[in-house]
T-cell receptor, first 108, second 112 residues
Framework: DAKTTQPTSMDCAEGRAANLPCNHS???????VYWYRQIHSQGPQYIIH???NNETNEMASLIITEDRKSSTLILPHATLRDTAVYYC?????????FGTGTRLTVIP | SQTIHQWPATLVQPVGSPLSLECTVE??????LYWYRQAAGRGLQLLFY??????ISSEVPQNLSASRPQDRQFILSSKKLLLSDSGFYLC???????????FGSGTRLTVV
């Protein structure tokens, strides 16, 4: 079960790219990195996941370093609705604790 | 497609009363099922998980219990609630290790 560390909070101007970092130095070789976000009083929502290669979908891009010890979630054009808590986790074993994630605030 | 249902959405219970939260998954078989709790302003903490009918693993000692009477049904219970049981309870499923989680909409429990 990879331990992840993320900054507690970040601000981003509306329309700008939001770059959210995550360190996962203990991730195992076959363990995926998953990103979720949680809007207040809702269940976490899947955003994107990756193993080694960078990934992109309609919501975000995921950049994983070559050594897989860290990754960055990129929201290319942040909107006010992207204000949420963002979690990154390793997918291997059952995740005992998601951590407090990064609280992203998009500022008008 | 797979869907997960969790109810009720909100619940206010007095201290010492029993609890039963139910979660069901549709559109898949033999899912791994999870109960997480989130205290106010905190991260998600795993309470129980199940890899099959009747198989329950507990991660945190507490006065809660879980059961899986059917393949796609996961129930969180308590015989006597404590004030500290207040929180946001989330059910989730996934196919197994290395797969992502799909979460229910959560139950906000307030013990008074």
């Amino acid at each position: 079960d990879a331990k992840t560390t993320q900054p507690t909070s970040m601000d981003c101007a509306e329309g700008r790219a939001a770059n959210l970092p995550c360190n996962h130095s203990t991730i195992s070789g076959n363990e995926y990195v998953y990103w979720y976000r949680q809007i207040h009083s809702q269940g976490p929502q899947y955003i994107i996941h990756g193993l080694k290669n960078n990934e992109t979908n309609e919501m975000a891009s995921l950049i994983i370093t070559e050594d897989r010890k860290s990754s960055t979630l990129i929201l290319p054009h942040a909107t006010l609705r992207d204000t949420a808590v963002y979690y990154c986790i390793g997918s291997g074993a059952n995740n005992l604790f998601f951590g407090t994630g990064t609280r992203l605030t998009v500022i008008p | 497609s797979q869907t997960i249902h969790q109810w009720p959405a909100t619940l206010v219970q007095p201290v010492g009363s029993p609890l039963s939260l139910e979660c069901t998954v549709e559109g898949t078989s033999n899912p791994n099922l999870y109960w997480y709790r989130q205290a106010a302003g905190r991260g998600l903490q795993l309470l129980f998980y199940s890899v099959g009918i009747g198989q329950i693993s507990s991660e945190v000692p507490q006065n809660l219990s879980a059961s899986r009477p059917q393949d796609r049904q996961f129930i969180l219970s308590s015989k006597k609630l404590l004030l500290s049981d207040s929180g946001f309870y989330l059910c989730a499923w996934r196919w197994g290790a290395n797969y992502g989680y799909t979460f229910g909409s959560g139950t906000r429990l307030t013990v008074v």
